[in-house]
């Protein structure tokens, strides 16, 4: 627990960790009781980069070169929120209907032994400010403002 708790003290006076984030990751570990917990519970080291969500003004236009460019295939789409998503034998880009065109949305981060409750407290100890909502699922933000979603890792054969 020294190290999380010398990391979340150098980050707080370095100015790279908030007194919100320093606090809350301090009541993180008090409530887990260790800071092993959440470690033995998530394996970050195995994890992946499970998808990249883009933003696009046409979806079809984008959804066709993707299909021929890189040979993907339809993984699965949700047509009433304007998704379709692309890959090979799992979701690797998912193109979103919405402004504004051409960004990353987010990123996503499969785990292995995901849990939203584990997640949250390994991300809090180490300062990051979590956000959990339905659509979005669980979020953080890297130090650029850069949504990274985190979920459970799936097997290349399942598809989303």
């Known amino acids: 627990m020294e190290p999380i708790i010398s990391d979340l003290l150098t980050r707080f006076e370095k100015g790279t960790l908030t007194r919100r984030q320093l606090v809350s990751g301090l009541a993180m570990l008090a409530a887990s009781g ?7 519970e998530l394996d970050f080291k195995s994890a992946d980069i499970d998808h990249i969500s883009i933003q696009v003004a ?3 236009r984008s959804s066709e070169l993707h299909q021929k460019m890189f040979a993907f295939k339809v993984v699965s789409q949700d047509v009433p929120l304007g998704i379709v998503r692309l890959g090979n034998d799992r979701s690797l880009v998912s193109l979103n209907h919405q402004g504004p065109a051409g960004i990353v949305d987010h990123f996503a ?3 292995p032994g995901f849990t939203k ?3 949250a407290r390994y991300a809090s100890q180490r300062g990051a400010a979590v956000n959990d909502n339905p659509y979005q699922g669980l979020h953080i933000k890297d130090p650029d403002g850069i949504n990274v979603q985190i979920f ?5 054969s399942t598809a989303r």
């Open 58 to 60: 046409v979806l079809n």
């Open 152 to 156: 459970g890792q799936r097997s290349t």
């Open 117 to 119: 409750e584990a997640a």
């Open 109 to 111: 981060i499969g785990i």
């Open 34 to 40: 260790t800071g092993a917990s959440a470690q033995q």
